[in-house]
């Protein structure tokens, strides 16, 4: 077995998640040895094993990495210029289509995750941290243009996460698949209408 000896560390570690990723894909994770993973990179597994000290740290390298692109994605709409209004109904709906197509389109991926959020509930827990931060920007922003009324906005961040969670948690996006309930449309509407600024009407 031979290695290329002028990848840098990080180099190594970015391909063997790469290949771990595509073989969750192809065959499950239940199914994929780290010998499977080595064999594809031309390794030992004792090299593989200098990297990740077990299968399931390969396993939380790749929900890292496919969690860290939404977090990148979701990032991106939050800096961008223009209405708070529009790039938090533009995040909202990238958010649920990145882990619709992600997690619950591939069957064996979504295998993946359900037993990351059994077994690496501290990598989850960060990425729902992260989102609900980024949302929370883009909420703040509003805020202060007066796009919207939201006095705390970190209150008013993880209520607009726990309104989306049919549509971002990939379990529940599954689950949901044929179930009667809003659209993804008439979710972010309700959502909007909850931070608009409230209008004060005076009698006479």
């Given at each position: 077995?031979?290695m290329?000896t002028?990848?840098t560390e990080?180099d190594?570690r970015?391909?063997?998640?790469?290949?771990?990723e595509?073989?969750?894909r192809?065959?499950?994770?239940?199914?994929?040895t780290?010998?499977?993973?080595?064999?594809?990179?031309?390794?030992?597994p004792?090299?593989?094993?200098?990297?990740f000290d077990?299968?399931?740290?390969?396993?939380q390298?790749v929900?890292?990495r496919?969690?860290?692109?939404?977090?990148?994605?979701?990032?991106?709409?939050?800096?961008?210029?223009g209405?708070?209004?529009?790039?938090?109904r533009?995040?909202?709906?990238t958010?649920h289509?990145?882990?619709?197509?992600?997690?619950?389109?591939?069957a064996?991926?979504?295998?993946m995750?359900?037993?990351?959020?059994?077994?690496?509930?501290?990598?989850?827990?960060?990425?729902?941290?992260?989102?609900?931060?980024?949302i929370?920007?883009v909420?703040?922003q509003?805020?202060?243009s007066?796009?919207?009324?939201a006095?705390?906005v970190?209150?008013?961040?993880?209520?607009?996460?726990t309104?989306?969670?049919r549509?971002f948690?990939p379990?529940?996006?599954?689950?949901?698949?044929?179930?009667?309930?809003p659209?993804?449309?008439?979710?972010i509407?309700?959502?909007?209408?909850g931070?608009?600024?409230?209008?004060?009407?005076?009698?006479?």
């Amino acid at each position: 077995m031979t290695m290329v000896t002028d990848n840098t560390e990080a180099d190594t570690r970015h391909r063997i998640l790469v290949v771990a990723e595509r073989l969750f894909r192809e065959i499950g994770y239940q199914k994929t040895t780290v010998a499977d993973i080595a064999k594809v990179l031309r390794m030992s597994p004792a090299n593989v094993y200098r990297f990740f000290d077990s299968k399931k740290a390969i396993h939380q390298g790749v929900a890292r990495r496919l969690m860290g692109e939404v977090e990148d994605a979701a990032e991106a709409i939050g800096a961008a210029p223009g209405p708070a209004t529009q790039r938090l109904r533009e995040l909202l709906s990238t958010i649920h289509h990145m882990n619709s197509e992600r997690y619950v389109g591939d069957a064996k991926l979504h295998e993946m995750v359900a037993i990351a959020m059994e077994q690496d509930w501290d990598v989850c827990k960060a990425h729902m941290e992260d989102i609900a931060a980024t949302i929370g920007g883009v909420i703040a922003q509003g805020a202060a243009s007066g796009e919207f009324e939201a006095p705390d906005v970190r209150l008013a961040a993880l209520c607009t996460c726990t309104a989306m969670m049919r549509f971002f948690h990939p379990q529940m996006i599954a689950q949901s698949v044929d179930k009667p309930g809003p659209t993804l449309d008439q979710m972010i509407d309700f959502v909007l209408a909850g931070l608009a600024p409230r209008v004060n009407k005076h009698p006479g």
